[in-house]
């Protein structure tokens, strides 16, 4: 594992296409399809034997009583003549008429599974990105601006103390909204079924904050 979460990417490219790859590389969905596909084969060679009888063709040898032998052909046909498995071909085809549905039913969840993810996606990274470009620089500005009021005596201990940790609770909210954008990014892959495939360089981390100075309490002569 990193020693800490890694920065926002730079985008998390269009938006266009992705139900479209879900559906294409989803193994699941694969997974159905090919369920259907057998059993529409299985259907297929029933019909086809089905209008086959199990005919057996060969010779036969018959000798009459004292008599001289006799040699020809021999066919065998099954009753009824007619008998080419209806009610197994009629279950087939209910099979094949739902398994037609489960696919169109997974294939519209999926596509459901990522417009959700992919919103989830874009709300995380607003509010990483309104924190690390607002929050967080007001904050810091905030606590800077305490810091020089103290020290020319215009405040208090407290208010310097508050700012400071509001400066540090905005930081814990960041790495909280960084934390909602790559899990939510990571939702979003496992519903396309694979990687995103772009924005792979992400932006460098920003520079430290400058320490704000140290208070000095100034007495009275």
Do not use: C
């Not at 999926?110 to 996606?121: N, Y």
């Not at 990483?128 to 500005?141: C, D, G, N, S, W």
């Not at 960041?174 to 924005?199: I, K, M, P």
């Amino acid at each position: 594992m990193p020693p800490q979460l890694p920065p926002l990417p730079p985008d998390d490219g269009p938006s266009a296409g992705l139900e479209s790859r879900a559906v294409a590389q989803r193994l699941d969905l694969a997974a159905a399809r090919l369920a259907g596909d057998a059993d529409r084969a299985q259907y297929r060679l029933g019909r086809f034997y089905g209008l086959i009888p199990a005919a057996a063709v060969g010779p036969h040898a018959e000798r009459e009583l004292d008599g001289p032998w006799s040699v020809g052909p021999t066919a065998e046909l099954p009753i009824p003549l007619f008998g080419q498995e209806q009610a197994e071909l009629a279950g087939l085809d209910a099979h094949i008429r739902g398994d037609d549905e489960r696919f169109a039913a997974l294939a519209v969840r999926i596509r459901a599974d990522v417009r959700r993810a992919r919103v989830r996606l874009a709300a995380a990274r607003a509010r990483a990105e309104h924190y690390r470009a607002t929050v967080i620089p007001l904050q810091t500005r905030v606590l800077a601006e305490t810091q020089r009021e103290y020290n020319a005596m215009l405040t208090g201990v407290f208010q310097l103390l508050q700012a400071k940790r509001d400066e540090i609770d905005a930081g814990r909210r960041y790495v909280e909204a960084l934390t909602d954008y790559w899990l939510s990014r990571t939702e979003l892959e496992r519903s396309l079924g694979g990687d995103l495939g772009f924005a792979a360089t992400p932006t460098p981390p920003e520079e430290p904050a400058a320490a704000a100075p140290t208070a000095h309490v100034h007495h009275g002569g």
